[in-house]
């Protein structure tokens, strides 16, 4: 999602922004007279699942889909949509799910939906954006060079006595991981989900930390996981869950020993894996 948009907004100037409800625009009408409209947007960056898309206003739009956030872009000539799969990404716009609507000078316009209205897009100073609650708390970005196998080994055991997977989850330990990404990796690493964090030894962690970053690095070469309705700048359609290899795979053969996969529940979230390669603790 940011390096598409990081490709179609700078430059644009926002003309004027509609939103139906505070929950999911919770910004004070002057700071959206005098620090939005008329801005235009110079970069779009990403720390763990928020997006920040700056403003030349010194101010950033600082967007959290939660769980069924989207943002659809739309002109003449492009249309890119990401997020929560569902037909809001390429259906006609506003429509039902539609919760902020921004119109930039030249005609495109950006849609935030969001069926469950947990998400929200927030105006804050972009100097300040480091200082919310949220990016003081959350973990090392799992794509940079220094997140190696060492430093998720020590992160992982500020939840030593949980599931590995719960830990992995937990975006106070590493930044961005999901519950596709997790199961995957995992998969990777022979390792069984519901295994204490205690109980998995280095080899393990460097098995796992290369898995993470491939599977992590596959995802977004293939445009993410939203395979159905999720479309790139060029208009591709996202395409990674071809290439999984446990997720939503219940039934199906194990690509690595041929037994069947299966799918059960650990850390309260839907889980899939192979009772063979990933052995039970």
């Not at 659809?72 to 506003?94: E, N």
């Not at 830990?167 to 990404?181: K, P, R, W």
Request: with cysteine.
């Amino acid at each position: 999602m940011r390096i598409g948009l990081q490709r179609l907004l700078p430059t644009l100037v926002v003309q004027s922004v509609e939103f139906d409800t505070p929950k999911s625009f919770p910004n004070a009408k002057g700071d959206v007279a005098k620090f939005l409209v008329g801005a235009s947007v110079t970069a779009v960056k990403r720390r763990a699942k928020v997006l920040l898309i700056e403003l030349s206003s010194k101010y950033t739009l600082v967007t959290h889909l939660k769980m069924t956030g989207q943002l659809v872009f739309d002109s003449r000539s492009v249309h890119f949509g990401a997020g929560h799969p569902s037909d809001s990404l390429v259906s006609k716009l506003p429509d039902k799910s539609t919760r902020v609507e921004l119109t930039f000078t030249d005609g495109s316009k950006l849609y935030f939906n969001d069926q469950r209205k947990f998400g929200w897009m927030k105006l804050i100073p972009t100097v300040e954006v480091p200082n919310i609650d949220f990016m003081k708390k959350v973990g090392p970005e799992p794509l940079t060079a220094e997140f190696t196998w060492q430093v998720m080994r020590d992160r992982l055991q500020r939840r030593k006595n949980t599931s590995i997977k719960a830990a992995l989850l937990d975006q106070s330990v590493i930044a961005g991981v999901g519950n596709i990404y997790a199961d995957e990796s995992l998969w990777g690493a022979k390792l069984h989900p519901a295994t204490l964090v205690k109980n998995v030894s280095d080899a393990k962690i460097k098995l796992l930390h290369k898995a993470l970053v491939d599977v992590l690095t596959l995802s977004i070469q293939k445009g993410g996981s939203s395979n159905h309705t999720y479309v790139d700048a060029e208009g591709h359609k996202g395409s990674y869950m071809s290439f999984a290899n446990v997720f939503r795979r219940e039934g199906q053969a194990c690509p690595r020993c041929g037994r069947t996969i299966i799918k059960t529940r650990v850390a309260g979230r839907g889980t899939h894996l192979c009772p063979h390669c990933q052995k039970s603790p």
